[in-house]
Structure formats: C-alpha cells, structure tokens
C-alpha cells in the first residue's frame, strides 16, 4: 500500500479545523496522515488534541530566537524530518516565513472565514471578518480555502462554499455558521487538491 500524503498542520487556537481534519481521515474521506503539527502558542486548545492523539507537536514561537532566519530554520528542520508533503493553516495566526513558501511552493493551504477576494488581509480575522460582512450588507459568507503566497489571503483560491447571510445575524451567529462549513469545505478541499497535484 502507498504510504498516505504527510500533513502538516499549523494551528494557534481551539484547533477545530484540525478536529475535522483528522474526523475525515478517520472516517476515510481523505487520505493522509496528519504527521506534524505546529501551533506558536503553548496554550492553543488544539495542541490537546494533537497529544491525546500521538501526533508529534511543536510549538515555535517567534520569540524565543534571535533572528528570523534562526525561526524558520528551525520550521524548516522540523517540516523536512517529517518529510511534510503539505501544509494546511489551521487557524493559523502567524506570517509564514518566506523561506518555508520558497521551500513549499504551492503545497500550503490556509482556510479563510470569509468568501475571498472580498474580506481577505492583514488584520481581517477572526470576529472582524464576520463583523465587516455584516456592515458592509452582504448577502453571502462563507469560508475560502486556498493557497498561501506571500501577501496576506491572497493565493489561488481552491475551495470556496457560501451560505446566505441571515436577516438579524450577528458576528458570532455567523461565525457559528461559517465555521461549521470551514469543517466540511476543508478536508473535501485538501483531498481535492491532493488529487490533482502530482507528489514525489
Ligand atoms: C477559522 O475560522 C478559520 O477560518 C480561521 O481561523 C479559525 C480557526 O478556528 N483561519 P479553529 O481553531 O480551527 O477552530
């Protein structure tokens, strides 16, 4: 049997993307095997996860060395000693060095709560995504998987699902909603995309 694609996956929060990530690997709806994950943060909630389930877990936080080139060295040795075929932002909060774009070009996936190009770069996360969809009277949200380049929310889109935005709706019921999509919209994507790209 050939051995599943390696995942990386990149997380600084509750990690639900993550839960639904290895939900579809169990339930055989992607191939791959979830072999690193990442989080620059000790205290994210998916980090629970990663350990109850034997995944090996890394937490590099930009502080703790001297220089960037010392950081992404560092994501750089941890990435190829798992031979990571591909990397999926999970709630991912943190620039991605250039040296690991350069090094993964076009085999990072990051999913985005909100329907790209509108409502995409710096400082568009979390609540005020949602928030921006309602003030500005869309009709439409919903999550945007798609690939990482160096400019904020900006490579080709790969996946993307809307849901109607509701009379009444508030950041939190739509984030509710939009998020319940992410957890379907990104395992479905991620086998899509494995499907079409050719790894060595
Ligand atoms: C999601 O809304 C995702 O779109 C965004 O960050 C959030 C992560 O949520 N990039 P979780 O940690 O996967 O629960």
């Known amino acids: 049997m050939i051995n599943p694609p390696k995942i990386a996956v990149f997380l ?3 990690g639900s993307n993550f839960s639904a ?3 579809a690997i169990d339930r055989k709806l992607l191939d791959a095997e ?3 994950v990442i989080s620059n943060d000790l205290d994210a909630g998916g980090l629970l996860t990663s350990i109850r389930r034997q995944i090996p877990t890394v937490v590099l936080e930009r502080a703790c060395f001297k220089t960037g080139n010392e950081f992404s060295a560092k994501m750089l040795g941890c990435l ?5 075929d591909l990397i ?4 991912y909060m943190r620039k991605i060095p250039p040296a690991i774009i350069r090094e993964f070009p076009r085999r990072i996936l990051n999913i985005h709560p909100a329907l790209l190009p509108k409502f995409g770069g710096k400082g568009m996360f979390g609540h005020f995504v949602h ?3 309602i003030s500005a ?3 439409e949200s919903g999550p945007t998987v798609h690939l990482v380049d160096e400019i904020y929310d900006h490579g080709e889109i790969l996946g993307q699902r809307a849901i109607p935005v509701l009379p009444g709706e508030t950041p939190e019921s739509l984030a509710k909603r939009v998020l319940e999509i992410e957890h379907q919209l990104l395992p479905e994507t991620i086998q899509n995309y494995l499907n079409i790209i050719k790894l060595k």
């Open 21 to 23: 990530i290895l939900d």
């Open 34 to 36: 979830v072999s690193l």
């Open 131 to 133: 928030e921006a969809v």
């Open 137 to 139: 009277g869309e009709t």
């Open 80 to 84: 190829r000693s798992h031979k990571i």
């Open 88 to 91: 999926v932002l999970a709630g």
């Open 12 to 14: 600084s929060g509750r």
